[in-house]
């Protein structure tokens, strides 16, 4: 079965840098595509960034080049990396999956929490300024 473990959340100040990780069990992190989402009160879980079967990377436009997904398939582990972190990057953080192969096409199918089955439990980030 499939699970998802993610870590590496915590608080920092604006203009910090944190890197989370989710590890994988159950399949493969670097034959499906995967993705970073994340929720705060009130609002809907929101795509951060994504990566399909062949490595492609999608990303929120709102993020500006600060954060990078990246897996590693001897660890079976996503990876994101956040850099220049501002309050408004404040949020549980969620990796999911939905166990299919899928590559290209429009960033929006990545980044949208319904194309995923598959969630972890998610890790907390708090920016303060």
């Known amino acids: 079965q499939v699970q998802l473990v993610e870590s590496g959340g915590g608080s920092v100040q604006a203009g910090g840098s944190l890197r989370l990780s989710c590890a994988a069990s159950g399949y493969d992190v670097s034959a499906y595509f995967m993705g970073w989402f994340r929720q705060v009160p009130g609002k809907e879980r929101e795509g951060v960034a994504a990566i399909d079967s062949v490595g492609g990377t999608y990303y929120a436009d709102s993020l500006e080049g600060r954060f990078t997904i990246s897996r590693d398939k001897a660890r079976n582990t996503l990876y994101l990396q956040m850099n220049s972190l501002k309050p408004e990057d404040t949020g549980i953080y969620y990796c999911?999956?939905?166990?299919?192969?899928?590559?290209?096409?429009?960033?929006?199918?990545?980044?949208?929490?319904?194309?995923?089955?598959?969630w972890g439990q998610g890790t907390q980030v708090t920016v303060s300024s």
């Open positions: 999911a999956t939905d166990r299919r192969k899928l590559y290209g096409g429009m960033s929006s199918t990545y980044l949208r929490a319904g194309t995923y089955n598959y």
